[in-house]
């Protein structure tokens, strides 16, 4: 059979069984195990067992269930809350002070968790109300927590960054480290779009009338403490290479565990959930790990890496047309497909074309990620909307949410753009942290 | 056939449960390891080959336990329009693809793991620990798996045939 036949077979049935709506981890192991019979017969199929086992057996991929459950635990136990009464207590006369500072706590919990839904969730249950009530346009509202909640897909620690390391085989503690700069970047253009947004129309973001004294804001400043502990434990670890990544997510958890009790909300219930949720969401990524594994390794043994590759790079086309081309595909998959389905599915061909066209895979990776950051909040298929919509109060429509993601979405764009234009935004923490380890 | 339902259904829950608690000697296991190195100074050899093995079960496991709740991620943009009838007949294609992906994991996964029973295989670190254990979970998780998705077959059938949901 020709690679041609190979690639159209492959990809033509993995999309087909995806849209008749079977899981993602079967259409990718039953796709392989079939190309893998015509290909090479029964003999051929070790090869999926070989590769299952694999990632049963990979440390680096352990970090999932440990950033997973550091999510689940935080957002089961109302560190948020706490949070956002201390943003409450600071953010008085300042317009747009309290979205200002949901992206604030946005970043917090993107430091300390590996998925967008536990900022977006939370911040959809306490600050969207409390906005709304003190008169904050719903364009604003809405967008400051769907926007500024998928940072937690970008500022390490980070599920995405995990399985796109390991796919685009780069190091994952660079790819974390390079998602620092721009989530940073990205958290100052939100505050900056919210900021001038509420200056140019000030009925947009009201600023509000309660007012603390100065003893009230300073012990509020109490709730921070503990965040930036976890914070530093986690990330500290990695970057001054006291800990890989997995032994990282361990400390996190721990820290967390702690900072729970001290919270006085260490419960029996709190425990059992997130052991159940943990095992549930683990265990869901893994199956489509196994199945994707399967898949790129029956790909590349038909000879497809270098097939794709040369058919690229045979375009003649200047390397930043492929490289913005690349975005381009990635990006309008992401309107429509899960960001999981879309890593795993495209970066094994992206990041073999990116590496011969001279760029650098980590930075690359970081715009992958955010890329798949506005996969999240472009409708019509975008996470972010789903999980604002299933918490906001009555009365906010999924149109009003869609209509209140596209300046957040510019903001993407622009900070995607600077990271493209200046790398270093991106690389100069990974390289230092290298220089730091000789 | 209810009753054997129920049974399946049982297994798969009750695995789940009880092995979705390995989560917490493998976080155990890591810290430990860290505060062996740099508070006592005494790296293990074990921790990593332990949290592998813990890891490995854990994953498998846990197939089964999502099959049951039928959680597994799926693009439902044109599913969500069909009625229930048209659902389960896709649901019945699907199983033929899980089938060919996770059978292939329980027969060539039981000669995988034979051969390195035969072997008393080991792992490749200087403490060499048993690995065929972990290869043996290979079958036996995807048996696992299987039965739950017989399970959700069988209840497919029923609908695709009576166009009503199935009674528990």
Not at chain 1, 384 to 398: D, N, R
Request: proline share 5%; charged share 10%; with cysteine.
């Amino acid at each position: 059979m020709s690679i041609e036949l190979v690639t159209v077979l492959m990809f033509g049935g993995l999309i087909v069984c995806l849209l008749l709506g079977i899981p993602l981890a079967w259409c990718l192991g039953g796709v392989s195990v079939i190309v893998c019979l015509l290909l090479w017969g029964p003999n051929g199929l070790m090869l999926i067992v070989y590769n299952t086992f694999g990632c049963m057996w990979s440390i680096v991929l352990v970090a999932i269930p440990l950033f997973m459950s550091m999510g689940i635990l935080l957002q089961r136990a109302g560190i948020a809350e706490a949070l956002f009464e201390t943003i409450h207590r600071w953010s008085g006369r300042l317009r747009g002070g309290i979205a200002m500072g949901v992206v604030v706590i946005c970043v917090l919990f993107a430091a300390m968790t590996g998925v967008s839904a536990a900022a977006t969730l939370t911040m959809g249950l306490i600050a969207l109300p409390a906005m709304l009530k003190r008169g904050y346009g719903k364009s604003i509202a809405l967008g400051s927590i769907a926007g500024p909640g998928t940072l937690g897909i970008l500022i390490p620690p980070s599920i995405i960054s995990i399985l796109l390391a390991i796919v685009g085989n780069v190091s994952v503690g660079k790819l974390f480290m390079a998602g620092i700069g721009p989530g940073i970047l990205l958290s100052g253009l939100f505050i900056a779009y919210i900021g001038i947004r509420g200056w140019i129309n000030p009925q947009l973001c009201p600023s509000h009338p309660e007012k603390f004294t100065v003893k009230e804001k300073i012990v509020s400043l109490k709730t921070v403490i503990l965040p930036f502990a976890i914070i530093l434990a986690v990330l500290g670890s990695i970057f001054f290479g006291i800990a890989t990544p997995t032994e990282a997510g361990s400390l996190g958890v721990a820290a967390v565990l702690i900072t729970v009790a001290i919270h006085r909300r260490f419960t029996k219930k709190l425990i059992q959930e997130t052991t159940y949720e943990t095992f549930r969401i683990t265990g869901l990524t893994m199956w489509i790990f196994y199945g994707a594994m399967c898949f790129s390794a029956v790909y590349a043994r038909a000879g497809g890496a270098v097939f794709m590759s040369d058919l690229i790079l045979g375009l003649g086309m200047n390397r930043w047309m492929i490289l913005i081309t690349m975005m381009g595909i990635s990006f309008l998959l992401g309107m429509f497909v899960d960001p999981f389905a879309i890593i795993f599915i495209l970066a094994p061909i992206c990041f073999p074309i990116v590496k011969k066209l001279g760029f650098d895979p980590v930075w690359f990776g970081i715009l992958f990620v955010i890329n798949m950051q506005m996969g999240y909040v472009t409708p019509p298929f975008g996470y972010q909307l789903f999980y604002l919509k299933s918490v906001a109060p009555e009365g906010i429509t999924t149109g009003d949410i869609y209509k209140s993601i596209f300046p957040f979405l510019g903001v993407l764009i622009i900070g995607m753009a600077l990271i493209m234009i200046f790398p270093q935004i991106a690389l100069w923490l990974p390289e230092l942290m290298m220089k730091l380890a000789d | 056939m209810k009753r054997f339902l129920k049974i399946i259904d049982g297994i798969s829950d009750w695995s789940g449960r009880i092995f979705s608690y390995l989560l917490w000697p493998g976080v155990a296991v890591l810290v430990y390891e860290v505060i062996a190195r740099y508070v006592f100074n005494a790296p293990t050899i074990w921790a990593h080959g332990m949290t592998q093995r813990i890891f490995a079960v854990y994953y498998f496991i846990c197939g089964a336990y999502i099959s049951l709740s039928r959680s597994h991620i799926t693009m439902d943009i044109i599913y969500e329009r069909f009625g229930p009838r048209t659902k389960a007949i896709l649901d019945i294609i699907g199983f033929l693809f899980f089938f060919a992906f996770v059978g292939v994991l329980l027969w060539y996964g039981s000669r995988y793991a034979w051969v390195s029973i035969m072997n008393l295989e080991p792992d490749n670190t200087p403490f060499r620990a048993p690995l065929y254990p972990i290869k043996l979970i290979i079958p036996l998780g995807a048996l696992l798996i299987i039965l739950q998705e017989l399970a959700n077959l069988f209840r497919n059938i029923h609908v695709a045939i009576t166009g009503k949901p199935y009674e528990h």
